[in-house]
C-alpha cells in the first residue's frame, strides 16, 4: 500500500486533483513568533500544508494554530523521529536554499544516501525529498528516478535562487519561476510519484506549474518574508485562487 495513503484523506484529494498548495515557514526559521505568524496565515488563506523546521515544539505550535498538516524540513534525519512523534506526517530532505548562500551545496550522491538513511529509520513515513537545481536538467531527472527507487513518496523542485529575472513586471515573475517550471515538467514525466513545485513562485505562475506537471506547489519566500500576517494571507489566497482557477478551466 502506498505511504500516501497515510496522508489525511483532505491531503490525498488535492494531491490527485493537483491542488496542493503548501507554504514554507524556511528549514532555518526557527523563531517561535515568525512560524506561529505564518501559520495564522496558512490557516486564514487556505494552505494544505505548512513545511517547518524539523523541531518538535515548533511541530505542536505549527499544528496548534494553523490546523494544516505539517511537513518538517531538515538535511540531517535523525532529527525526523521526534518531529514524526510530536505529529508531522511529512518529513522532507531539503529544501537547499537556505545554504547556498553559505556555499554549501548538496551533489546528487549525499542526497540520495540521505533519502536512504531518513527512509531506514522511518519505513512508514511519507518522504518528500528536494532535487537541488545546482545540476543539470538530465541530472535532475535521473536523480528522482533513483530517489523514488529508493524510497521517495513527493518530489519537490526549486530554483529560484539560481534565477535572474531581468524584466519587470508578468515577464520578470516568470523568468524567476523559470528553473523551477523547467524541473516539475521534466520530472514529472520521468517518475510516477507526486511532483510538487517550489521555489521563485507567484499567482502568476502557480498555475504554470500545474500545467508543468506538477500536483501541487510549494512558496516560502513570497510569504514568509512579508512584515504581517494580513499580507501573507492575501498572497496565500491569491496563490490559492490561481490554483483552483486553472483546475476550472481544464
Do not use: W
Amino acid at each position: 500500500m502506498s505511504r500516501l495513503l497515510s496522508l489525511p484523506p483532505e491531503i490525498q484529494q488535492v494531491l490527485q486533483k493537483r491542488q496542493l498548495l503548501k507554504v514554507i515557514s524556511g528549514l532555518t526559521n526557527f523563531d517561535t513568533e515568525s512560524v506561529k505568524r505564518i501559520s495564522t496565515a496558512a490557516r486564514l488563506g487556505g494552505a494544505d500544508v505548512i513545511d517547518i523546521a524539523c523541531v518538535p515544539e515548533l511541530v505542536d505550535l505549527a499544528q496548534l494554530v494553523s490546523g494544516c498538516s505539517i511537513c518538517v524540513s531538515a538535511v540531517q534525519p535523525e532529527l525526523f523521529v521526534d518531529a514524526v512523534e510530536s505529529g508531522a506526517v511529512i518529513v522532507e530532505i531539503g529544501n537547499f536554499d537556505a545554504f547556498y548562500a553559505q556555499g554549501r551545496v548538496f551533489r546528487a550522491a549525499e542526497v540520495l544516501e540521505l533519502t536512504r538513511r531518513t527512509r531506514n529509520l522511518l519505513p512508514d513515513v511519507v518522504l518528500s525529498v528536494t532535487i537541488p537545481h545546482i545540476l543539470p536538467l538530465d541530472q535532475q531527472e535521473q536523480l528522482a528516478m533513483d530517489l523514488v527507487l529508493a524510497g521517495a513518496d513527493l518530489i519537490q523542485t526549486e530554483g529560484g535562487t539560481s534565477a535572474k529575472p531581468f524584466s519587470p513586471g508578468v515577464l520578470g515573475l516568470i523568468e524567476k519561476a523559470a528553473p523551477s517550471l523547467s524541473a516539475a515538467h521534466i520530472i514529472s514525466s520521468a517518475v510516477d510519484v507526486p511532483v510538487l513545485c517550489s521555489s521563485g513562485l507567484s499567482s502568476v505562475t502557480a498555475p504554470m506549474a500545474i500545467a508543468a506537471g506538477a500536483s501541487g506547489i510549494g512558496v516560502g519566500s513570497a510569504i514568509n518574508r512579508l512584515p504581517d500576517e494580513l499580507s501573507m494571507i492575501c498572497v496565500i489566497k491569491s496563490l490559492r485562487k490561481a490554483i483552483l482557477s486553472l483546475s476550472i478551466k481544464v
